[in-house]
């Protein structure tokens, strides 16, 4: 029998590190916690367009009024992109500019609510003072792809570059859609993957329940969740 190739050898070497990898994050159930991620798109109330960036109202002014919650900026080539607290949550960018809160570790479904509620507060506080808008669907109704603009992360403009060698809605999927997630912690790998197949069998329903995005462009799509399509 002959002996392995190198890139073979490179290969189960490969997975065996990732294996590893994925080990150090198994926990007991005593340590578990749940981590949210909630999007949504922000718009200027005077003309409903997308905020781009710069300028006021905009993604940049605020991130900047967020600051006086007690949150500390994250910055890049200049830029505040996002800011972050010391119980593990951040305030971040998608591509498009939706404004993400990605919770911190948390216990119970009551303490999310709690975070998100106190998130969606500070928002709205920045944005009525800054005239603008924020809307929490799962594709955007009423703005075109040209319409929207990038957020100035470094590794967007990779991604920008990259999506449309490989389908048709890699763009749209980085601009105009917003969603809800949800991280699980868990005690091993068949831990995992029973929690990934649950998770997967509950989708559809989630999707069915949440359904919130029949327009493109400002006309049907034909489609209950064009996001999830």
């Known amino acids: 029998m002959s002996a392995p190739s190198s890139s073979a050898s490179n290969l189960i070497a490969g997975k065996a590190e990732l294996v590893a ?4 994050g198994n926990k007991p159930p005593e340590a578990w916690r749940i981590g949210t991620e909630h999007e949504k798109f922000v718009f200027d109330l005077s003309n409903l367009r997308p905020l781009p960036y710069d300028g006021r109202p905009g993604i940049g002014a605020l991130l ?13 080539g200049g830029n505040t992109i996002a800011l972050k607290r010391s119980d593990g949550s951040s305030v971040s960018l998608e591509p498009g500019g939706q404004f993400e809160l990605s919770g911190a570790p948390l216990e ?8 998100v509620g ?22 955007n109704p009423k703005w075109r792809r040209e319409d929207v603009s990038w957020m100035p992360k470094g590794r967007y403009k990779i991604m920008r570059e990259y999506m449309p060698k490989k389908g ?5 999927m980085m601009l105009r859609t917003s969603t809800v997630q949800v991280n699980l912690d868990f005690q091993s790998e068949a831990d995992m993957v029973k929690k990934m197949r649950v998770a997967v069998a509950l989708q559809p329903i989630a999707t069915a329940l949440f359904a919130d995005s029949p327009f493109t462009e400002g006309k049907p799509n034909g489609f209950q969740s064009y996001r999830s399509h």
Request: with cysteine; hydrophobic share 35%; proline share 2%.
């Open 21 to 24: 990898d994925l080990e150090t």
């Open 118 to 139: 106190e998130h969606l507060t500070q928002v709205k506080e920045i944005c009525a003072e800054l005239g603008a808008g924020v809307m929490g669907v799962g594709f």
């Open 64 to 76: 900047d009024g967020l600051e006086r919650f007690g949150w500390d900026p994250v910055r890049e």
């Open 108 to 115: 119970t479904l009551h303490q999310t609510c709690a975070e």
């Open 168 to 172: 048709s809605l890699g763009l749209d």
